[in-house]
């Protein structure tokens, strides 16, 4: 099977990391922007777009600062790709950045920039700070 690549992307974005942390870790607050609708039962998450469902296992959450997933369809083909959303902050301006890192296809990876570039602007216009 071929090996997918691995890309990271940085988001600018107008908000408070605690407000942030709540969009990106949440059912709740994944419904919001992520997906129509997010169910969790312990570390498992179930995203719906459209009627068609997608499960994910949580990997790692940092209050305030990260959470990572892993598709559950990627774990049963034993590959070890994930998607983190991590809040970055700068120490001196105290700019606050959201950093995308997942992986595609080398045919799809142009495809999937575009996806969360369009995730997270929905996720700014929630936030009011598009």
Known sequence: ????????????????????????????????????????????????????????????????????FRWMEAEEDGESTYFEIKIQVD?????VSIIVTDFADEDEVEEAKMLWDNQISSLKQVLGSA
Do not use: C
């Open 1 to 68: 099977m071929e090996d997918k690549l691995k890309f990271e992307l940085e988001f600018p974005i107008h908000a408070s990391p605690q407000l942030l942390f709540q969009y990106i870790s949440t059912p709740s607050g994944l419904s919001e922007w992520f997906a129509d609708n997010v169910n969790s039962r312990g570390e498992f998450f179930t995203f719906i777009w459209d009627g068609s469902e997608e499960k994910a296992k949580l990997l790692t959450k940092k209050s305030g600062e990260r959470i990572k």
């Open 91 to 95: 120490e001196i301006t105290k700019d």
